[in-house]
T-cell receptor, first 117, second 110 residues
Framework: GAVVSQHPSRVICKSGTSVKIECRSLDFQATTMFWYRQFPKQSLMLMATSNEGSKATYEQGVEKDKFLINHASLTLSTLTVTSAHPEDSSFYIC?????????????FGSGTQLSVL | DAKTTQPPSMDCAEGRAANLPCNHS???????VYWYRQIHSQGPQYIIHGLKNNETNEMASLIITEDRKSSTLILPHATLRDTAVYYC???????????FGAGTRLTVKP
């Protein structure tokens, strides 16, 4: 199946710094990618939809100025957590659909565990 | 997308079949049923999906009732590595995104 690569897998940063997470579709082109956040023992929560060449669409309650999304190419979307604080500590996961696959299933990255000190 | 209801947890003996139920009574005609699972600290893994016919692949079988208001994911011979949270998701063909409910935490015991 299609592969979605996410990097880094784990990051620890100081409060107030910014952290960038990359999501790449390795063997297909993704016009749309999705970013999720997951707190311990909770389900995945959709944060935003990343659209290649245009602005991301954010879910209600997600601050677009804090979670900057850039989808500069058909294989790369980035999520930047700006001025991170301890409450931003979470597991961040991206996903994408392979449009050539002929169906609607999404492929997920392996996730990024962010810890803000 | 239609809302789904799953039991919060289930246990299964190793080597036995694991049957995970999902209710989606408000499903509409163009919505598919998807199953994903998430092993601790990893991204979700696709298992199977279907519209109205039963489906089988190398991982599992999906049984959808005739009225499509519920479905069951069957892992025929559960192993310890199948311990994970299993998510049942209903999604229409017009929707790009995928929204997760609480899922079922399956624990396979030796």
């Amino acid at each position: 199946g299609a592969v979605v690569s996410q990097h880094p897998s784990r990051v620890i940063c100081k409060s107030g710094t910014s952290v960038k997470i990359e999501c790449r579709s390795l063997d297909f082109q993704a016009t749309t990618m999705f970013w999720y956040r997951q707190f311990p023992k909770q389900s995945l929560m959709l944060m935003a939809t990343s659209n290649e060449g245009s602005k991301a669409t954010y879910e209600q309650g997600v601050e677009k100025d804090k979670f900057l999304i850039n989808h500069a190419s058909l294989t790369l979307s980035t999520l930047t957590v700006t001025s991170a604080h301890p409450e931003d500590s979470s597991f961040y996961i991206c996903s994408a659909r392979d449009p050539s696959g002929g169906d609607e299933k999404l492929f997920f990255g392996s996730g990024t565990q962010l810890s803000v000190l | 997308d239609a809302k789904t209801t799953q039991p919060p947890s289930m246990d299964c003996a190793e080597g036995r079949a694991a049957n995970l139920p999902c209710n989606h009574s408000t499903i509409s005609g163009n919505e598919y049923v998807y199953w994903y699972r998430q092993i601790h600290s990893q991204g979700p893994q696709y298992i199977i999906h279907g519209l109205k016919n039963n489906e089988t692949n190398e991982m599992a079988s999906l049984i959808i009732t005739e009225d499509r208001k519920s479905s069951t994911l069957i892992l025929p011979h559960a192993t310890l590595r199948d311990t994970a949270v299993y998510y049942c998701i209903v999604r229409g063909t017009n929707n790009n995104d995928m929204r997760f409910g609480a899922g079922t935490r399956l624990t396979v015991k030796p």
